[in-house]
C-alpha cells in the first residue's frame, strides 16, 4: 500500500507538536507518532562532567521501540490507531513523524516523503523553555550547559543530509506555519496520488488518457479546497 510519511523537526518548544495536529485535523487518514514519547527512564540517562542530564542526544531515546512503532503503522497504516477519518480508494494513509531528532538518525533517512525543520532564535526558544514544566525540571544553567549548545551541534549536521529540509520559521504564528506547511503538503499529496492509482496501457492512449485524468481531478480538488 502507498503511504505518505512527513518528519517534523526542530529545536525544542518550537511548535512541533502543536503543527503536527493542526495538520491531522486537515488530513484525512492521518496519524502521528511522537519522538518524545520514547525517551528512557530517568535512571538510564548519562550525565555530563556539570551534573547535567543528558536528555538532548539520540542516546537518551529509546529509539528501537520508535522504529517498532513505525513498522506498525506502515504494516497497517489504514487501521492505524489515532488516524483521523476514514479510508477511501482515493486516500494515502498519512503518518506524522515529530520530534527534535529525527534526522540526524540514519534509519530513518529514507522514510520521509517530506521533511520539515522548525527553528527559534536563542532568546525565544530560552523564554519558551522557561515557561513549560519538565520531569525532571530543568536545573539552573540547563539549557545554555546542554540543551541550546545540543541544538546547535544537531543542526550542523543536518548539512549533510541527502535529502530536502524544508526550514520554517517558528517565530511566525501557528496559523501562518500551518497554512505553509498544508499548502506544500497538497501539491505533495496530488502527485503522490497520480503514482498511487494503477496505469495500464492498453495501446489506445488509455495510459495518457488515465493521467490526464488523475492530474485534472486533484488540480479540481485543490480549486474546491481554496
Known amino acids: 500500500m502507498k503511504t505518505f510519511v512527513i518528519g517534523i523537526g526542530g529545536v525544542t518548544n518550537g511548535g512541533k507538536t502543536t503543527l503536527a495536529k493542526n495538520l491531522q485535523k486537515h488530513l484525512s ?3 502521528i507518532i511522537s519522538q518524545d514519547d520514547f525517551f528512557k527512564p530517568e535512571s538510564e540517562i ?4 556539570n ?6 542526544v539520540i542516546e537518551a531515546l529509546n529509539m528501537e521501540e520508535m522504529m517498532s512503532a513505525i513498522s506498525c503503522w506502515m504494516e497497517s497504516p489504514g487501521r492505524a490507531v489515532g488516524a483521523t477519518g476514514g479510508q477511501s480508494a482515493e486516500e494515502i494513509p498519512i503518518l506524522i513523524v515529530e520530534g527534535f531528532l529525527l534526522f540526524n538518525y540514519k534509519p530513518l533517512d529514507t522514510l520521509w516523503n517530506r521533511s520539515y525543520f522548525l527553528t527559534v532564535p536563542y532568546e525565544e526558544c530560552k523564554r519558551r523553555r522557561s515557561t513549560r514544566v519538565y520531569q525532571p525540571p530543568d536545573p539552573p544553567g540547563y539549557f545554555d550547559g546542554h540543551v541550546w549548545p545540543m541544538y546547535l551541534k544537531h543542526k550542523r549536521e543536518l548539512q549533510d543530509v541527502t535529502w530536502e529540509i524544508v526550514y520554517l520559521d517558528g517565530t511566525k ?12 503538503l497538497k501539491q505533495e499529496l496530488a502527485k503522490q496520488k497520480c503514482e498511487y492509482f494503477p496505469v495500464i496501457a492498453d495501446g489506445g492512449g488509455g ?3 488515465k493521467i490526464v485524468l488523475c492530474l485534472a481531478r486533484n488540480a479540481a480538488q485543490g480549486a474546491n479546497e481554496e
Open 29 to 31: 487518514n492521518c496519524s
Open 46 to 49: 548519562k550525565t555530563d562532567e
Open 51 to 56: 551534573g547535567f542530564l543528558q536528555y538532548d
Open 173 to 184: 504564528c501557528e496559523e501562518d506555519i500551518f497554512s505553509q506547511v498544508y499548502e506544500d
Open 207 to 209: 495510459t495518457a488518457r
